[in-house]
Antibody, heavy 119, light 108 residues
């Protein structure tokens, strides 16, 4: 079965850029849409955006100007870059997939990685 | 953007009791593209129900979902100790994908 693992720094300074990577194992990266989702006590669960293996992407309008999602099919990885960080971006960041049927729920999920924005 | 509002915020029930969780969509989903997730502390959400009423693989039949359009319900027929957790609804019919704020099911 497909498994996901997030990696990246746990602490980032305000105004800097967050870079996270999700590694896909146990299945083809071409079989799913891949998303980033974050969770904080203040905002709850928030969808950040998705990417398909073709490179097609979309992101939440609330974050669009700061978000870049990319994919490396040769490494079975996809990545998130979030710029101009503030304390409000502190959250647990999850990567998740949903099937290549665009109308689909999130499954599987990574275990999540806690990101704290602080100087 | 579709806003999902869950109620109640917290449900305090004893083992063996029935739990009824609500998720209201505004505007209407116009479909059954709604999922329910369970989340325990320190874990990622896991899907319980998709298509508003279809149980995901391995989910016990004490979990059931219903509804369409604007009103959706998750019922846990008889609470077991493992069921005490947070529950979220999520719509996948339009972008941006959105989640409800969650209902906490706690032991009374």
């Amino acid at each position: 079965q497909v498994q996901l693992q997030e990696s990246g720094p746990g602490l980032v300074k305000p105004s800097e850029t967050l870079s996270l990577t999700c590694t896909v194992s146990g299945g083809s990266i071409r079989s799913y849409y891949w998303s980033w989702i974050r969770q904080s006590p203040e905002k709850g669960l928030e969808w950040i955006g998705y990417i398909f293996y073709s490179g097609s992407t979309n992101s939440n309008p609330s974050l669009k100007s700061r978000v870049t999602i990319s994919i490396d099919t040769s490494k079975n990885q996809f990545s998130l870059k979030l710029t101009s960080l503030t304390a409000a971006d502190s959250a647990v960041y999850y990567c998740a997939g949903y099937s290549s049927n665009w109308y689909s729920w999130f499954d599987p999920w990574g275990q999540g990685t806690l990101v704290t924005v602080s100087s | 953007e579709i806003v999902l509002t869950q109620s109640p915020g917290t449900l305090s029930l004893s083992p063996g009791e029935r739990a009824t969780l609500s998720c209201r969509a505004s505007p209407s989903l116009g479909s059954s593209y709604l999922a329910w997730y369970q989340q325990k502390p320190g874990q990622a959400p896991r899907v319980l129900i998709y298509g508003a009423s279809t149980r995901a693989t391995g989910i016990p039949d004490r979990f059931s979902g219903s509804g369409s359009g604007t009103d959706f319900t998750l019922i846990i027929s008889r609470l077991e100790p493992d069921d005490y957790a947070m529950y979220f609804c999520q719509q996948y019919g339009s972008l941006p994908r959105t989640f409800g704020q969650g209902t906490k099911v706690e032991i009374k």
